[in-house]
């Protein structure tokens, strides 16, 4: 790319921003002045994945609303059966752990 003749001045005052634009400078003018577009972009790019987490929010929605009544009494008969087992041995568990902390230590 050839490079026009400038005066001295003109020169420097494109380095100065050309510089100041790589430095991500907020208040860049000219060289590009893409603030605008990136924020744009940016808004953009937000707007976007909000509308992919609501339709994804809506397909899992929808898939839990699809799944069939004899999973969900299956999925209750089995937590059923862990409460009762729990609770059934919950009171030997106790006075196991309470012997076992009363029990004389032998040395």
Same mark, same amino acid.
């Given at each position: 790319m050839a490079v026009k003749k400038r005066p001295r001045a003109a020169r420097e005052a494109l380095a100065q921003q050309a510089a100041a634009t790589r430095r991500n400078a907020p208040g860049r003018r000219f060289v590009? &002045? =893409? !603030?605008?577009? $990136?924020?744009? =972009? !940016? !808004?953009e790019e937000r707007a976007r *994945? #909000? +509308?992919m987490a609501e339709i994804d929010r809506a397909v899992r929605r929808a898939a839990s609303l699809t799944m069939p009544l004899t999973v969900v009494f299956a999925e209750l008969v089995d &937590? $059923? *059966? +862990?409460? =009762? +087992? #729990?609770?059934v041995a919950a009171p030997f568990r106790i006075a196991n752990a309470l012997r076992a902390m009363w029990r004389p230590r032998e040395a």
């Amino acid at each position: 790319m050839a490079v026009k003749k400038r005066p001295r001045a003109a020169r420097e005052a494109l380095a100065q921003q050309a510089a100041a634009t790589r430095r991500n400078a907020p208040g860049r003018r000219f060289v590009g &002045d =893409a !603030r605008e577009q $990136s924020e744009r =972009a !940016r !808004r953009e790019e937000r707007a976007r *994945v #909000t +509308r992919m987490a609501e339709i994804d929010r809506a397909v899992r929605r929808a898939a839990s609303l699809t799944m069939p009544l004899t999973v969900v009494f299956a999925e209750l008969v089995d &937590d $059923s *059966v +862990r409460l =009762a +087992r #729990t609770l059934v041995a919950a009171p030997f568990r106790i006075a196991n752990a309470l012997r076992a902390m009363w029990r004389p230590r032998e040395a």
